[in-house]
C-alpha cells in the first residue's frame, strides 16, 4: 500500500518542463544569468561573442588606454547632439545570444542614463575597439559580425600594433559593405551624424 502523503506530493507536483523549451530557455536566458552573477575583477570585461561562452579579457595597459582616450577626446568634438560617448555599459543583443563591452560608443544620452547596466544597440551610432595584444582575432574577425548583425552603423578599429585604423561601413546580414582602412598618420574621413575627419597621427603604436 503506497504512503498517502506521497502519493499527495505526486499530485501536487508541477507539470514536467518540455525539452524543447528547456534547451531554448537555456539558449536565451542561462548564460545571461551567469554573465549578471559573475564578480568580474575591477577593470576587466566579460562579453559573450559566440553564443556559448563567457570571455573575460583583462585590465588593458596603459598605452591601450592612452588611445582610448585620444579617440575619445576627438569623437566627443563631433558627435550628434543630445549623444555621448560610453566605455562601459554593455550592448546586450538577446536575439543573437551575444553581449559586448566595446571600449567607447556612442549612444543618446536618455538611452545612456539607465539604472540597467547595459542596453540595446538599437540607438548606438558607432562604435570602437583599440586593439590589445590578446584581442586582435576579437576585434578583427569576431566583433565586425557582432556590430553588423547588431545594426550598429559604423564600427572603428585602431589597431596600435599594425599602425592602422578601420572604418566599417554600411552593415548588411553578418557583414559591413564598407571598409575603410588608414595607416597612422593619414586622415580618415568618418561619415554623417558625425561628418569629420580623424586624424590618427597622435594615435601610440605598441613597441
Known amino acids: 500500500m503506497s504512503d498517502p502523503e506521497e502519493s499527495k506530493m505526486t499530485a501536487l507536483a508541477p507539470d514536467p518542463v518540455p525539452v524543447a523549451e528547456e ?32 570571455t573575460v579579457s583583462p585590465t588593458p595597459i596603459g598605452l591601450h588606454q592612452e588611445n582610448v582616450y585620444l579617440l575619445d577626446e576627438q569623437l566627443r568634438n563631433a558627435m550628434p547632439k543630445g549623444h555621448r560617448s560610453e566605455g562601459y555599459l554593455e550592448i546586450r543583443v538577446p536575439y543573437i545570444d551575444r553581449c559586448v563591452i566595446p571600449d567607447l560608443f556612442i549612444a543618446p544620452r536618455e538611452v545612456l542614463v539607465t539604472d540597467q547596466h547595459y542596453i540595446a544597440p538599437d540607438e ?6 583599440v586593439v590589445s595584444k590578446g584581442s586582435r582575432r576579437r576585434d578583427h574577425e569576431e566583433k565586425p559580425a557582432i556590430y553588423a548583425r547588431s545594426a550598429i552603423p559604423a564600427y572603428l578599429l585602431v589597431d596600435p600594433g599594425e599602425g592602422r585604423v578601420t572604418l566599417y561601413s554600411n552593415p548588411e546580414g553578418e557583414l559591413y559593405r564598407e571598409r575603410v582602412t588608414r595607416d597612422f598618420g593619414d586622415a580618415l574621413r568618418l561619415p554623417e551624424p558625425f561628418g569629420f575627419t580623424l586624424e590618427t597621427g597622435g594615435f601610440l603604436r605598441y613597441p
Open 124 to 129: 548606438v551610432l558607432l562604435v570602437a575597439e
Open 23 to 54: 534547451q531554448e530557455l537555456s539558449a536565451s536566458q542561462e548564460l545571461f544569468a551567469v554573465l549578471d552573477a559573475m564578480e568580474v575583477p575591477r577593470g576587466a570585461r566579460a562579453e559573450i561573442l559566440d553564443g556559448e561562452t563567457i
